[in-house]
């Protein structure tokens, strides 16, 4: 048996402490066997490991023929109804990322149902099964043997997993938790395969502190869900929370040296940050050395950015193909010792259930095997076939049957879970506080819950504004008596009022709250120039956004260092969205042989709309906004670096001649308490008699 630490972190049953973090090991209990049909279809043969969130279990599902499969049980240790609830809707979540993901090295997700064990309903996750060794367990072996991986058979595995990498990447996955015993040798077609997303791993480090949130009032400094194994993750990921696809890649770097050399990752670097380190001893091309050295690279920005630009560093994969008949799939040049090809149950993993790879047989007694193989193949899809219009018969009479006696099922993409009773958390901590405030703190819980806003966010979010207005608290926590009762309900009513905000955001956007860096304000700034945009028109949009939200921040003080600067940039990335799909981005195109031009429209309280125009050097235009309403209005050319023509301005009007030729960008926002209905007239010639300069409106 083997389990795993409270950083996910894979040991052997009799280990003390854990061989990655060093954390001290708690004795484990063994669980009481499950006997009959989960789910009234899945029989568990034998328990797998243990992780964060419950047991993982061989089993075999009835309804396929006996399959082996893997049980992956969700029994979080958290107190009280509305955490468990909590823990239930990440894990729901994370499972509708896992089904998205459909690569044939990739574990493929089946369901998520929920079933009676032990007295109480639990939810189990199902993946597929298949036989293989880990590249850890390969590793070793080849230790004891005294040799280790080569530079080929390295650069094979790179060129097999960067693919894979680059989709989930491109899917918006990062799987935060490369290492060598994240991956598996498929024995059918010996590819590898990449297992254990840190995305679960991450529910549980989220659910392990769910029940030890602040439930009151008080100071926080915002949580950050850390994830990945000391040495293979990259500083920014064990720091501060922050993941990319050059995190994945540097861990992939990281697995690398440690297949090539046989040694823990805390042996091939200084403590001081010296990752070339490993070159002294280990020689390889000069090729793979520059790879690997710039996916180490401790500046972030100076690694490759993806997997493709990795794939063509590396060059063509020809050259590394082990000998074979001319243009045959390349092969990984290792095989395991036949003592070590099969797989302990507490060493299994789950994979893709994939049609094994056509094999390498030069000779005509092979071919004539394979040929049988293929007929033996078409049998076989002729029984299932068969099979299927059985399996659809009985669908057909015989579901209704027993339709009432089957549990409830609960997909990714089906019904949800019930709700669960909730007991104020304030009943049984709290007993000085009255029935209304037990109910409005109740009130605040369901909210969070609903929204999925994350608590200790919250509680900052609410802090800032509140001790805002009480200087004189100097910050000091609320007590529970009566005297201070009148204090609690102002913090109530203003956590109910963010709520109210907060839910103007996306699900996404609200998922990231407390988790958002600087660096994800570059990135969308990055995406807003491939829509020709700069960053300040797309800050002008959130700008108009937040400060409607919230009037009393002062604009110029330094909200990314706030907890409500996360807000603004959850507004932000919303806003991204809604350029990208033209919901808030125009292109103003002047008819033929016209030299003027009007576009209008209506923006509610805290709305805007951005536009986009081509002029040219020289051109003198004028341009003037009609509003029934307040409005701030900028212009800027198509350097960045120039200055704004209007920016932020409260003038209607601006005339001049332009020094740039390109897209000038146009915000209109609305800045007071009432819809506002606009037009914007422009006209522009190669000579007009113009006043330079913004003109306020009489």
Same mark, same amino acid.
């Given at each position: 048996?083997?389990?795993?630490?409270?950083?996910?972190?894979?040991?052997?049953?009799?280990?003390?402490?854990?061989?990655?973090?060093?954390?001290?090991?708690?004795?484990?209990?063994?669980?009481?066997?499950?006997?009959?049909?989960?789910?009234?279809?899945?029989?568990?043969?034998?328990?797998?490991?243990?992780?964060?969130?419950?047991?993982?279990?061989?089993?075999?599902?009835?309804?396929?023929?006996?399959?082996?499969?893997?049980?992956?049980?969700?029994?979080?240790?958290?107190?009280?109804?509305?955490?468990?609830?909590?823990?239930?809707?990440?894990?729901?979540?994370?499972?509708?990322?896992?089904?998205?993901?459909?690569?044939?090295?990739?574990?493929?997700?089946?369901?998520?149902?929920?079933?009676?064990?032990?007295?109480?309903?639990?939810?189990?996750?199902?993946?597929?099964?298949?036989?293989?060794?880990?590249?850890?367990?390969?590793?070793?072996?080849?230790?004891?043997?005294?040799?280790?991986?080569?530079?080929?058979?390295?650069?094979? #595995?790179?060129?097999? $997993?960067?693919? !894979? *990498?680059?989709?989930?990447?491109?899917?918006?996955?990062?799987? =935060?938790?490369? %290492?060598?015993?994240?991956?598996?040798?498929?024995?059918?077609?010996?590819?590898?395969?990449?297992?254990?997303?840190?995305?679960?791993?991450?529910?549980?480090?989220?659910?392990?502190?769910?029940?030890?949130?602040?439930?009151?009032?008080?100071?926080?400094?915002?949580?950050?869900?850390?994830?990945?194994?000391?040495?293979?993750?990259?500083?920014?990921?064990?720091?501060?929370?922050?993941?990319?696809?050059?995190?994945?890649?540097?861990?992939?770097?990281?697995?690398?040296?440690?297949?090539?050399?046989?040694?823990?990752?805390?042996?091939?670097?200084?403590?001081?940050?010296?990752?070339?380190?490993?070159?002294?001893?280990?020689? #390889?091309?000069?090729? $793979?050395?520059? !790879? *690997?050295?710039?996916?180490?690279?401790?500046?972030?920005?100076? =690694?490759?950015? %993806?997997?493709?630009?990795?794939?063509?560093?590396?060059?063509?994969?020809?050259?590394?193909?082990?000998?074979?008949?001319?243009?045959?799939?390349?092969?990984?040049?290792?095989?395991?010792?036949?003592?070590?090809?099969?797989?302990?149950?507490?060493?299994?993993?789950?994979?893709?259930?994939?049609?094994?790879?056509?094999?390498?047989?030069?000779?005509?007694?092979?071919?004539?095997?394979?040929?049988?193989?293929?007929?033996?193949?078409?049998?076989?899809?002729?029984?299932?076939?068969?099979?299927?219009?059985?399996?659809?018969?009985?669908?057909?009479?015989?579901?209704?049957?027993?339709?009432?006696?089957?549990?409830?099922?609960?997909?990714?993409?089906?019904?949800?879970?019930?709700?669960?009773?909730?007991?104020?958390?304030?009943?049984?901590?709290?007993?000085?506080?009255?029935?209304?405030?037990?109910?409005?703190?109740?009130?605040?819980?369901?909210?969070?819950?609903?929204?999925?806003?994350?608590?200790?966010?919250?509680?900052?979010?609410?802090?800032?504004?509140?001790?805002?207005?009480?200087?004189?608290?100097?910050?000091?926590?609320?007590?529970?008596?009566?005297?201070?009762?009148?204090?609690?309900t102002e913090w109530d009513e203003l956590a109910l009022q963010s709520l109210d905000q907060l839910q103007g955001l996306s699900a996404e956007a609200r998922s990231r709250l407390g988790q958002y860096t600087a660096e994800n304000v570059?990135?969308?700034?990055?995406?807003?120039?491939?829509?020709?945009?700069?960053?300040r028109a797309l800050n002008d949009l959130t700008d108009a956004q937040f400060f409607h939200w919230f009037p009393a921040v002062s604009r110029q003080g330094n909200l990314l260092n706030q907890p409500v600067g996360q807000v603004w940039?959850?507004?932000?990335?919303?806003?991204?969205?809604?350029?990208?799909?033209?919901?808030?981005?125009?292109?103003?195109?002047?008819?033929?042989?016209?030299?003027?031009?009007?576009?209008?429209?209506?923006?509610?309280?805290?709305?805007?709309?951005?536009?986009?125009?081509?002029?040219?050097?020289?051109?003198?235009?004028?341009?003037?906004?009609?509003?029934?309403?307040?409005?701030?209005?900028?212009?800027?050319?198509?350097?960045?670096?120039?200055?704004?023509?209007?920016?932020?301005?409260?003038?209607?009007?601006?005339?001049?001649?332009?020094?740039?030729?390109?897209?000038?960008?146009?915000?209109?926002?609305?800045?007071?308490?009432?819809?506002?209905?606009?037009?914007?007239?422009?006209?522009?010639?190669?000579?007009?008699?113009?006043?330079?300069?913004?003109?306020?409106?009489?």
């Amino acid at each position: 048996m083997t389990f795993y630490c409270s950083q996910n972190h894979l040991n052997a049953a009799d280990s003390r402490f854990c061989r990655i973090c060093g954390e001290p090991l708690p004795k484990q209990a063994s669980p009481k066997p499950i006997t009959g049909l989960l789910g009234w279809r899945y029989k568990v043969l034998s328990e797998l490991g243990q992780g964060g969130f419950g047991r993982t279990y061989l089993a075999q599902d009835a309804n396929r023929f006996n399959e082996s499969c893997v049980l992956k049980e969700f029994a979080p240790q958290v107190e009280g109804e509305a955490a468990l609830q909590k823990a239930e809707e990440l894990f729901e979540r994370e499972a509708g990322t896992l089904y998205q993901l459909q690569h044939p090295q990739i574990p493929r997700f089946r369901e998520l149902f929920r079933a009676e064990w032990q007295g109480r309903d639990r939810l189990f996750l199902v993946q597929d099964y298949v036989e293989g060794q880990t590249y850890q367990e390969i590793s070793q072996t080849r230790q004891q043997q005294g040799r280790s991986f080569s530079e080929a058979e390295v650069t094979e #595995l790179l060129l097999q $997993l960067l693919p !894979v *990498l680059d989709y989930i990447h491109t899917a918006g996955v990062i799987h =935060r938790d490369i %290492s060598p015993d994240n991956l598996i040798l498929r024995q059918s077609d010996r590819l590898p395969v990449l297992i254990d997303y840190g995305g679960v791993k991450q529910v549980a480090a989220r659910v392990a502190s769910i029940s030890q949130r602040v439930q009151a009032p008080v100071v926080q400094p915002g949580a950050i869900t850390r994830l990945g194994k000391l040495g293979y993750a990259p500083a920014e990921q064990l720091d501060h929370g922050e993941v990319h696809p050059h995190s994945d890649l540097y861990a992939l770097a990281v697995t690398s040296l440690v297949l090539l050399t046989g040694q823990e990752p805390q042996t091939l670097f200084t403590s001081k940050g010296d990752r070339t380190r490993w070159q002294r001893s280990l020689h #390889l091309s000069p090729r $793979l050395t520059q !790879v *690997l050295t710039k996916m180490l690279d401790p500046y972030p920005d100076r =690694r490759y950015q %993806s997997a493709p630009e990795v794939m063509q560093a590396l060059g063509n994969a020809i050259e590394f193909q082990p000998s074979g008949q001319p243009g045959q799939p390349a092969i990984p040049a290792f095989t395991p010792d036949p003592a070590t090809r099969v797989v302990s149950p507490a060493r299994a993993r789950t994979m893709p259930m994939l049609p094994a790879a056509k094999p390498n047989l030069p000779t005509p007694t092979a071919r004539k095997q394979a040929d049988s193989r293929w007929r033996s193949l078409a049998g076989l899809v002729l029984l299932f076939g068969m099979i299927g219009v059985g399996w659809w018969a009985g669908v057909k009479w015989l579901a209704p049957a027993l339709r009432s006696k089957l549990p409830e099922i609960i997909r990714s993409t089906g019904n949800q879970a019930k709700p669960i009773v909730k007991s104020s958390p304030s009943t049984s901590q709290e007993p000085n506080f009255s029935q209304s405030e037990q109910s409005r703190k109740q009130q605040i819980q369901d909210r969070q819950n609903q929204l999925g806003i994350d608590s200790p966010f919250l509680v900052n979010l609410v802090n800032q504004t509140f001790y805002a207005k009480h200087p004189e608290l100097n910050g000091q926590k609320l007590g529970t008596g009566t005297a201070e009762a009148r204090l609690r309900t102002e913090w109530d009513e203003l956590a109910l009022q963010s709520l109210d905000q907060l839910q103007g955001l996306s699900a996404e956007a609200r998922s990231r709250l407390g988790q958002y860096t600087a660096e994800n304000v570059r990135d969308r700034q990055a995406a807003a120039a491939q829509l020709n945009l700069s960053g300040r028109a797309l800050n002008d949009l959130t700008d108009a956004q937040f400060f409607h939200w919230f009037p009393a921040v002062s604009r110029q003080g330094n909200l990314l260092n706030q907890p409500v600067g996360q807000v603004w940039q959850a507004i932000a990335l919303d806003k991204l969205k809604a350029l990208r799909s033209s919901e808030t981005l125009e292109r103003i195109e002047f008819p033929a042989e016209n030299f003027s031009h009007q576009v209008s429209g209506t923006l509610n309280p805290g709305q805007s709309k951005a536009y986009l125009a081509n002029f040219t050097q020289n051109q003198a235009l004028q341009l003037k906004l009609r509003a029934a309403g307040s409005t701030r209005l900028s212009m800027y050319p198509p350097s960045s670096k120039a200055s704004a023509l209007l920016e932020d301005s409260t003038n209607t009007n601006w005339s001049g001649t332009l020094t740039e030729t390109g897209l000038y960008e146009i915000t209109i926002v609305a800045d007071g308490k009432d819809a506002v209905n606009y037009t914007l007239d422009l006209a522009a010639a190669d000579e007009m008699t113009v006043n330079p300069g913004a003109v306020p409106e009489n």
